[in-house]
C-alpha cells in the first residue's frame, strides 16, 4: 500500500490465539481434485483494493473500540 512499516503498532495476542498455523491442503488437491481458485497474492491485493476503494461499507462500523488494539480488554 506503499505505507511506511512506522505505522505497525504492535499489540498483545488476543486471547486463544494460535502460535501457529499449519496449514496443507495436499489431501484436499490429492483426493478431492481441489484447486485454488485464485493465487494469495493476487487475491490479497484484490481484497485490499476493495477496501480502499469501498470505504462507505466499512466506515460506519469501524468504531474507536473495534479498531482497539486490544479489544477484548474493554467494557461493551
Given at each position: 500500500?506503499?505505507?511506511d512499516e512506522s505505522l505497525i503498532e504492535l499489540v498483545?495476542?488476543?486471547?486463544g490465539h494460535d502460535v501457529r498455523y499449519s496449514l496443507d491442503s495436499?489431501?484436499?488437491?490429492r483426493e478431492l481434485g481441489w484447486r485454488p481458485k485464485y493465487v494469495f497474492d493476487k487475491a490479497l491485493e484484490a481484497t485490499v483494493k476493495?477496501?480502499?476503494?469501498?470505504?462507505?461499507w466499512w466506515r460506519p462500523i469501524a468504531t474507536e473500540k473495534v479498531?482497539?488494539?486490544t479489544?477484548?480488554?474493554l467494557k461493551w
Open positions: 500500500m506503499g505505507k498483545n495476542d488476543r486471547p495436499m489431501k484436499a488437491r476493495w477496501y480502499v476503494e469501498n470505504e462507505w479498531l482497539h488494539p479489544p477484548w480488554k
